[in-house]
């Protein structure tokens, strides 16, 4: 009787432990999220590894155009681009985020 209460309740606990696990979907690198650029108020500071051709190809793939030379300064690319008929300043962060004024 006592081993069929043990095995009862190690059942439970196993099953309990089943459930508490979550599932994590999407990438598992904390610094980006997911491929799609996002447009954001003030970049993110830190050490930015993304090539000049890996940003210019985000900065087109979040709708700018007429791109200029870009630099990196800071850990952001810079430059001017045009979105909605305007010019603006631009900049891509470490995290692949966007910022245009």
Not at 12 to 18: E, I, S
């Amino acid at each position: 009787m006592q081993r069929l209460i043990f095995t009862v309740a190690s059942a439970g606990l196993l099953a309990t432990g089943v459930n508490a696990q979550s599932v994590q979907n999407g990438s598992h690198n904390p610094v980006v999220k997911n491929g799609s650029p996002k447009t954001i108020a003030a970049p993110a500071k830190g050490a930015n590894s993304f090539t000049e051709n890996q940003a210019r190809g985000r900065f087109a793939k979040a709708g700018y155009s007429s791109l200029s030379k870009l630099t990196k300064a800071n850990g952001l690319w810079q430059g001017t681009a045009i979105k909605g008929g305007k010019q603006l300043s631009v900049m891509l962060d470490y995290k692949g985020n966007i910022t245009g004024h």
